[in-house]
């Protein structure tokens, strides 16, 4: 990959928005480490300023994609890292724009387009989030409206293999290589951003090693495609097996089950689910670390851990009663976190393996027409 025709000295890179001390450390230190992966790039990049967007499938895109591209780039980041005790001092000190996740934000826009103006390099995932099902669905219509004011080149990082060699369910990494592809658009138009790890693997059946490959896979499974029971599904090393009744399946060195993509696998899990929630009035997540916050200001405001209780109303949390008509922008982070704010109030909760059953009896209940267990998480 080339960085276009004028890179331009070290001096102009480091004097961009983004050129911090921080970030010429991370090229010197960071950046080898990354590119010892097993990486293949093809592309060339324009000289700044352009808009970097690319189709998000790990938590390691962001370093991967800083490690390639020799300008700084400002990254549009979900605020909740912002507010973490060590990465929020991080991502501060590189000039990161922080943006509510799968909300509107104002103040994230004017941030892009004054990064923009300064002559440097933003870097956006217009989909908010890593895919559940290691599937990019597209884009927002504010993510299409931006780019049609932009008066800059738009570059796509096109990213494949990230999400096969750790799904975001998964509590463990494969070994497997990384594929990116950075393409310059018009201005203001973008190419499509549908993808699927899986169709990608059927073409090209590379092999992502692990000794651990099932394990997490609960996250995502609540139900025995087998029998039916609710929450008897476990990862154990490469197997997933169903403590109810005893039926096993392999999870193969190109990340099928039994020769089954994930989603064709649990295909039943949103019907499973909804025939569930009719017979069962509550729902409660026994233990389950709280915290409210103030929106938009994000100031912490009491945190707690205990028991969180859905039902057919609404949520029931520390005693207050969240109605599903109020709640929006509900969305996990990652894979421990569930969130969602309802008037001024940010509340997150903490669980290890239900933050994604959490979202899904939430949007199932609020009735959205969004498949609840086929729609990537909103970040």
Known sequence: MKGGSTTGSAWERHNLPGGTLLWR?????????????????????????????????????????DALVPYPIVWVANRLIFEHPFLGPLIRAVGAI????????????????????????????????IPWNGVN?????????????????????????????????????????????????????????????????????????????????ERVVFFCPACGRFRSIIGKGNEVLCLSCHRKWTIDAYGFIDGLTQEEFTANQESLLGAFCE?????VFPKVLVTERTY????LRSFSFGPVVVNREGLLV????????????????LKKVFEYTSG????????????????????????????????????
């Open 25 to 65: 450390l991370g090229k010197r230190v960071l950046a080898p480490y990354f590119l010892s992966f097993p990486l293949e790039v093809e592309g060339e990049l324009p000289p700044p300023p352009f808009l970097l967007v690319a189709n998000h499938l790990s938590a390691l895109d962001p370093f991967l994609i």
């Open 137 to 217: 669905r597209g884009v927002t219509p504010a993510t299409e409206k931006l780019l049609a004011r932009l008066q800059v080149p738009v570059v796509f990082a096109h990213i494949q293999g990230a999400w096969m060699r750790k799904p975001l369910w998964a509590d463990h990494s494969r070994r497997g290589p990384v594929f990116i592809r950075f393409t310059l658009t018009a201005c203001g138009s973008l190419p499509s951003f549908w993808h699927s790890e899986w169709e990608w693997q059927k073409r090209h059946r590379i092999s992502f090693q692990g000794e651990r490959r099932a394990e997490g896979i």
């Open 318 to 333: 520390r005693g207050k009663f969240f109605p599903f008509s109020e709640i929006r922008g509900e969305n996990t982070f």
């Open 98 to 129: 922080p943006k509510r996740k799968a909300l509107p934000d104002c103040r994230a826009v004017r941030g892009i387009f004054r990064v923009l103006e300064r002559g440097g390099v933003v870097g956006l995932f217009p989909e908010g989030g």
């Open 279 to 283: 017979h069962t009035p509550e729902i």
């Open 296 to 299: 938009p200001g994000g100031a």
């Open 344 to 379: 001024r109030h940010l509340i997150r909760f903490h669980l290890e393996k239900d933050a994604f059953l959490l979202l899904s009896l939430v949007r199932l209940r609020k009735g959205d027409v969004v498949r609840c267990l086929s729609s990537p998480s909103l970040r």
